[in-house]
């Protein structure tokens, strides 16, 4: 068989190939391609980079296979693949040991009687037969799933059963879903398979992807079946949405409202009474942004209006990020354009002297201004949040990166009531010609019905989304992403601080900027994982702190580990935190006991480890919550903060919390007497 087991030395290859036929696309369907509609995010979360491929645009670049893991297709019926195609599969696939993904459809590849032989000569490598068969009248067809909680995970697919597939020839192949023709009993089909080779998962078995909003559900559990498909199990994942063994909680708010008068406060710009009530009255990092139209009419404005005034008070606070919404908050970005003329159709604000209208100028523009004329003592704009339709082309986002800018937003989802899936949830970017733009972690107010008229406090059932995404398998941050129109109505105010009250004040969640977790997104991506006799080394992880290794007893050697601040388990993961963006990880099932950090809602620095204790130093703008473990249990320990000493006692798992108040920085060292 072909197998990505680490072949060549010890590095684990993190990368997918996956194509897909754009001829099976709406017009401009690109951007949304089904593999990142409803693939991506699952092998995101498995901790692999996927690199789509439209076929139509010839072969994919030579320079993707040396790191990938697999080539996977998602090919719809339709005219006849291109040529390169099948000599692509059959010469790259076992030349670089490649596995191989075949989901919903073999589509092109077996349009025509060629294909068809092909596909029986290349199925035959994975031990399958080809079935030239489909029965589509469910009463005729028998179907065995392996289990309901792995093939009917969100809805039953057997009311949509059909008789097609190939058939397994080898007992060694994992065989999840088996029909047979009540007619032909004994012509099997396994429409989905694993195996060494990868795996095939036809429609519809998979995902339904329904008709009406809100009916996509998964047949198919995505994430159990990839990680058999593509042997990750025990393989850490790189997880950007974890730091020090906890959630991250990210809110970002977006500039639209800035200058709207709020009923909740009499004449006062919404702008001041979220400033007073929400940033003020809660103190939490939080990811601000403002729209250059709704603060002035003049690019060139030669002194700072009321409405700078207050933009600078907002992002100079200690705790705010200063981030940018753009010049004139484009709708559309792929409106057509000429320069000097704005897409005045697809703007909410029409214009301002001194700025002609270009997607790479709402980036370059806003990011100076704020830079220039809002920002002091060395602080400057940290990121760009998309606005609109959140779909700029390759050459807006990479123009953040030449102002020393992330870029966040788009993607946005909801998995509650009414889209009970976790199909919905969206991958860690959407990628254009290179360019990489990270996606938000939830839906924000305004795709909630009633928000703006009759029911204000609708933006409360993204709790359930939160929720969601954070149970059982963490898939994002607790993310509250909102608009300055959020402080508009008191009804607006208090569910926004309901939200507040519970994931910052009683969910273990850690407090961020958007930057921390969008840059940990991009290390997440870069990293180089490694296998090594007694564990893993990773390498190149950038800001990204956490591994998450699913199912895995063994616990971290701290002693013999390089580069590790301690672990910490969730549900049936071991979260390991990483010092920078290097380690050396050892698992063993009983390590001698260690100081380590378990867990911490704020970022901790200058942290010390040795066999008598934990040294770290502690600022946060939140009261602080640091677990730290490894200790005897049921021990008397000194704890030192600052020149300040007492004795504490640990628990029965020899754990130790400490509760501060907010401030800092705080020396902190625990140690056995």
């Given at each position: 068989?072909?197998?990505?087991?680490?072949?060549?030395?010890?590095?684990?290859?993190?990368?997918?190939?996956?194509?897909?036929?754009?001829?099976?696309?709406?017009?401009?369907?690109?951007?949304?391609?089904?593999?990142?509609?409803?693939?991506?995010?699952?092998?995101?979360?498995?901790?692999?980079?996927?690199?789509?491929?439209?076929?139509?645009?010839?072969?994919?670049?030579?320079?993707?296979?040396?790191?990938?893991?697999?080539?996977?297709?998602?090919?719809?019926?339709?005219?006849?693949?291109?040529?390169?195609?099948?000599?692509?599969?059959?010469?790259?696939v076992p030349a670089h040991q490649l596995r191989v993904l075949h989901l919903e459809s073999f589509g092109c590849l077996v349009a025509d009687e060629a294909g068809r032989a092909r596909m029986g000569r290349w199925l035959e490598r994975f031990d399958l037969a080809w079935r030239d068969v489909f029965v589509g009248h469910r009463l005729r067809v028998e179907t065995t799933l392996r289990s309901k909680a792995l093939c009917a995970l969100e809805a039953d697919p057997r009311r949509h059963a059909v008789h097609q597939g190939p058939a397994s020839t080898d007992p060694a192949n994992?065989?999840?879903?088996?029909?047979?023709?009540?007619?032909?009993?004994?012509?099997?089909?396994?429409?989905?398979?694993?195996?060494?080779?990868?795996?095939?998962?036809?429609?519809?078995?998979?995902?339904?992807?329904?008709?009406?909003?809100?009916?996509?559900?998964?047949?198919?559990?995505?994430?159990?079946?990839?990680?058999?498909?593509?042997?990750?199990?025990?393989?850490?994942?790189?997880?950007?949405?974890?730091?020090?063994?906890?959630?991250?909680?990210?809110?970002?708010?977006?500039?639209?409202?800035?200058?709207?008068?709020?009923?909740?406060?009499?004449?006062?710009?919404?702008?001041?009474?979220?400033?007073?009530?929400?940033?003020?009255?809660?103190?939490?990092?939080?990811?601000?942004?403002?729209?250059?139209?709704?603060?002035?009419?003049?690019?060139?404005?030669?002194?700072?209006?009321?409405?700078?005034?207050?933009?600078?008070?907002?992002?100079?606070?200690?705790?705010?990020?200063?981030?940018?919404?753009?010049?004139?908050?484009?709708?559309?970005?792929?409106?057509?354009?000429?320069?000097?003329?704005?897409?005045?159709?697809?703007?909410?604000?029409?214009?301002?002297?001194?700025?002609?209208?270009?997607?790479?100028?709402?980036?370059?523009?806003?990011?100076?201004?704020?830079?220039?004329?809002?920002?002091?003592?060395?602080?400057?704009?940290?990121?760009?949040?998309?606005?609109?339709?959140?779909?700029?082309?390759?050459?807006?986002?990479?123009?953040?990166?030449?102002?020393?800018?992330?870029?966040?937003?788009?993607?946005?989802?909801?998995?509650?009531?009414?889209?009970?899936?976790?199909?919905?949830?969206?991958?860690?970017?959407?990628?254009?010609?290179?360019?990489?733009?990270?996606?938000?972690?939830?839906?924000?107010?305004?795709?909630?019905?009633?928000?703006?008229?009759?029911?204000?406090?609708?933006?409360?059932?993204?709790?359930?989304?939160?929720?969601?995404?954070?149970?059982?398998?963490?898939?994002?941050?607790?993310?509250?992403?909102?608009?300055?129109?959020?402080?508009?109505?008191?009804?607006?105010?208090?569910?926004?601080?309901?939200?507040?009250?519970?994931?910052?004040?009683?969910?273990?969640?850690?407090?961020?900027?958007?930057?921390?977790?969008?840059?940990?997104?991009?290390?997440?991506?870069?990293?180089?994982?490694?296998?090594?006799?007694?564990?893993?080394?990773?390498?190149?992880?950038?800001?990204?702190?956490?591994?998450?290794?699913?199912?895995?007893?063994?616990?971290?050697?701290?002693?013999?580990?390089?580069?590790?601040?301690?672990?910490?388990?969730?549900?049936?993961?071991?979260?390991?935190?990483?010092?920078?963006?290097?380690?050396?990880?050892?698992?063993?099932?009983?390590?001698?006991?260690?100081?380590?950090?378990?867990?911490?809602?704020?970022?901790?620095?200058?942290?010390?480890?040795?066999?008598?204790?934990?040294?770290?130093?502690?600022?946060?703008?939140?009261?602080?919550?640091?677990?730290?473990?490894?200790?005897?249990?049921?021990?008397?320990?000194?704890?030192?903060?600052?020149?300040?000493?007492?004795?504490?006692?640990?628990?029965?798992?020899?754990?130790?919390?400490?509760?501060?108040?907010?401030?800092?920085?705080?020396?902190?060292?625990?140690?056995?007497?």
């Amino acid at each position: 068989h072909a197998s990505a087991d680490e072949p060549r030395g010890d590095l684990v290859r993190r990368e997918v190939i996956a194509l897909y036929d754009g001829a099976a696309l709406p017009e401009g369907g690109s951007d949304r391609d089904p593999i990142w509609d409803v693939w991506q995010m699952p092998l995101n979360h498995l901790g692999l980079r996927v690199r789509s491929h439209d076929i139509r645009r010839g072969v994919p670049p030579a320079e993707w296979l040396p790191r990938a893991r697999a080539g996977l297709t998602w090919l719809q019926p339709g005219p006849a693949c291109p040529d390169w195609l099948w000599p692509w599969l059959e010469e790259q696939v076992p030349a670089h040991q490649l596995r191989v993904l075949h989901l919903e459809s073999f589509g092109c590849l077996v349009a025509d009687e060629a294909g068809r032989a092909r596909m029986g000569r290349w199925l035959e490598r994975f031990d399958l037969a080809w079935r030239d068969v489909f029965v589509g009248h469910r009463l005729r067809v028998e179907t065995t799933l392996r289990s309901k909680a792995l093939c009917a995970l969100e809805a039953d697919p057997r009311r949509h059963a059909v008789h097609q597939g190939p058939a397994s020839t080898d007992p060694a192949n994992d065989v999840w879903v088996q029909t047979r023709d009540r007619t032909v009993p004994n012509e099997a089909c396994a429409p989905v398979v694993t195996g060494a080779w990868g795996g095939v998962a036809l429609a519809p078995w998979t995902v339904h992807m329904g008709s009406q909003p809100g009916s996509r559900r998964w047949h198919l559990d995505p994430f159990a079946f990839l990680s058999a498909a593509l042997g990750m199990r025990g393989i850490p994942a790189p997880h950007p949405s974890v730091l020090n063994g906890r959630r991250m909680f990210v809110m970002h708010v977006d500039g639209d409202g800035f200058e709207s008068i709020s009923t909740a406060r009499l004449s006062t710009p919404a702008a001041r009474v979220f400033l007073d009530e929400i940033l003020d009255g809660y103190c939490i990092p939080a990811t601000v942004s403002v729209i250059i139209g709704s603060l002035t009419k003049d690019l060139n404005i030669a002194e700072p209006n009321d409405a700078m005034k207050l933009a600078a008070e907002i992002l100079n606070r200690p705790y705010v990020e200063a981030g940018s919404h753009g010049v004139l908050h484009p709708y559309k970005w792929g409106a057509r354009w000429a320069p000097g003329r704005a897409p005045l159709a697809t703007l909410p604000y029409k214009g301002i002297e001194g700025y002609d209208y270009s997607p790479v100028g709402e980036v370059r523009d806003s990011i100076r201004f704020i830079n220039e004329r809002l920002l002091e003592g060395g602080k400057r704009c940290r990121i760009m949040l998309w606005t609109g339709d959140c779909l700029p082309p390759a050459e807006a986002i990479r123009e953040c990166a030449k102002h020393d800018c992330l870029n966040m937003n788009g993607g946005t989802f909801r998995w509650d009531v009414a889209h009970d899936s976790v199909g919905y949830v969206s991958p860690w970017v959407r990628e254009v010609d290179g360019a990489v733009q990270v996606c938000a972690g939830a839906a924000n107010e305004n795709e909630f019905p009633g928000y703006f008229t009759t029911n204000p406090s609708s933006f409360g059932h993204i709790d359930a989304t939160i929720e969601r995404t954070g149970r059982g398998r963490i898939l994002k941050p607790a993310n509250v992403y909102v608009h300055f129109y959020s402080a508009e109505t008191r009804p607006r105010l208090v569910t926004l601080k309901r939200l507040l009250d519970r994931w910052v004040r009683s969910e273990p969640t850690i407090p961020v900027h958007a930057t921390v977790y969008a840059s940990a997104v991009l290390g997440a991506r870069a990293a180089e994982l490694h296998r090594t006799a007694e564990g893993w080394s990773v390498r190149a992880m950038g800001d990204c702190r956490t591994l998450r290794i699913d199912g895995e007893q063994r616990d971290v050697d701290i002693a013999g580990s390089r580069g590790v601040l301690g672990s910490h388990r969730i549900d049936d993961a071991l979260y390991i935190h990483l010092a920078g963006e290097s380690a050396e990880i050892v698992l063993a099932a009983e390590p001698a006991a260690r100081p380590h950090l378990v867990e911490a809602n704020h970022p901790v620095t200058d942290v010390a480890l040795d066999k008598g204790g934990a040294v770290l130093s502690s600022t946060a703008y939140v009261p602080r919550v640091i677990v730290l473990g490894g200790y005897a249990p049921n021990a008397e320990v000194r704890a030192a903060l600052d020149e300040r000493s007492e004795v504490r006692k640990t628990d029965e798992q020899g754990r130790l919390r400490l509760e501060l108040p907010a401030g800092g920085p705080t020396r902190i060292e625990v140690r056995t007497p």
